[in-house]
DNA sequence: TGTACATCAGTGAACGCGCGTTCACTGATGTAC
DNA sequence: TGTACATCAGTGAACGCGCGTTCACTGATGTAC
């Protein structure tokens, strides 16, 4: 006998996550400060007093937001972190994901660029937290590279936020050029690529 | 005998710039997108359709805004790139001249860090521009290095480009220290210093 | 299995409020002679 | 220098509208026996 969720919590849950998706569609044309609670609930189709069933405020919704928007993120960093192969096709592999990423959650990746400096503090505190855990991540990977070797602890820090911040600007980049001809997004791709790679040859040189 | 502006024409800059001052104060705890033309006319002290006598829109004011803010910002890069001394010099003076810069002009960076992703597409495209002018600027600077001998010119731009992110994600950091104690804001610095020095040493070894 | 009661997600009316925009206006500044 | 008219930055009343939040409610689902 398998536990299933009662009727009335699936049905919550599922108002809940139309809440979430709707407020997404919404904030691709505008900032989460701007956002309106009824605005959410009439796209949705219910009462706009059902919004409080299930978050405190637009603020409160958008730090779900985060943790939907960054949990996805999680397994795909581990990927390429775990990616095997030379520098060059490590780097490849990770703007190909990114790229795909971008193309299956495009509105996820827009809501973290804007509001990673946006006006909505609880929010911008969120997704600061999520970004430190995943240079944790990074660096933790790094430390185990035979390359890192001799490497402090904080250089090896400093390196991965720099690969989580260079994340998030390719991914940036690839959202700008989601409707543009393929000719353009692989321009992207490869100076994504060139902007890795330059770094990682930074890195195999830093110790000199 | 000097030109002077008229009477008017002094009076109405004035309070145009009162506008500017008061939404860029205003934009510190929202974003753009949520600005309403009430609250900065409230701040200022005029009425609220007098600020139809100097902007179309939150919008257009967001985009004289971009001008100031950006504008500000020429001086310093050329300061940057013309600048004498070894690489590690050079790059020091950069992190210490964007360090005073955001405690100069703390909310024209937040602005800019805030409204580049921002959810107001012609603010957007205005960031865009400018800092694609500043690319074009830098990219010039790096040409007449001597370190770039051999480089395309896709390549110079990319490295031109990787530069200005850098330098406004160190904006953004050092934004976040403002009201942190020395010691916090030095390790920024370091920070900062390292990601750059990473950057600089890849740039050396680029062609190898 | 059936019954009686408890829970609680979603409703719908109502509220006071601030919004953006329009309009005709005022009075200081500018200009022509 | 003085006068008569034009310009135009800022005013203040008015508008219709959608906002966030409160409240008592309903009726399907859950639970105890």
């Known amino acids: 006998m398998s536990h299933t969720l009662g009727i009335r919590q699936a049905q919550k849950q599922k108002t809940r996550q139309a809440l979430l998706d709707a407020a997404l569609g919404l904030l691709e044309e505008q900032s989460l400060s701007s956002l309106g609670l009824r605005e959410v609930?009439?796209?949705?189709?219910v009462a706009p007093t059902a919004f409080y069933r299930h978050f405190r405020s637009t603020a409160d919704l958008g730090v779900a937001l985060v943790e939907e928007a960054l949990g996805s993120l999680h397994p795909m960093i581990r990927t390429i972190v775990a990616s095997?192969?030379?520098?060059?096709?490590?780097?490849?592999?990770?703007?190909?994901?990114?790229?795909?990423h971008v193309e299956t959650h495009p509105?996820?990746?827009?809501?973290?660029?804007?509001?990673?400096?946006?006006?909505?503090?609880?929010?911008?505190?969120?997704?600061?937290?999520?970004?430190?855990?995943f240079a944790e991540e990074v660096k933790?990977?790094?430390?185990?590279?035979?390359v890192s070797y001799?490497?402090?602890?904080?250089?090896?820090?400093m390196l991965a936020n720099l690969y989580v911040d260079q994340m998030l600007m390719t991914a940036s980049l690839f959202l700008d050029a989601l409707e543009a001809p393929l000719e353009e997004r692989q321009r992207v791709a490869q100076v994504a690529t060139s902007r890795m790679r330059l770094i990682s040859i930074g890195?195999?040189?830093?110790?000199?």
Do not use: M, N
């Open 41 to 45: 609930t009439r796209e949705v189709g």
């Open 84 to 100: 095997a192969g030379d520098s060059d096709q490590r780097i490849e592999r990770a703007v190909e994901l990114i790229a795909r």
């Open 107 to 133: 509105a996820h990746v827009r809501f973290i660029a804007r509001e990673r400096h946006g006006g909505v503090q609880s929010v911008r505190a969120a997704i600061q937290g999520q970004l430190a855990q």
């Open 140 to 146: 933790v990977a790094l430390t185990k590279d035979p």
């Open 150 to 157: 001799g490497w402090t602890d904080d250089d090896l820090l």
């Open 203 to 208: 890195r195999e040189h830093w110790l000199e």
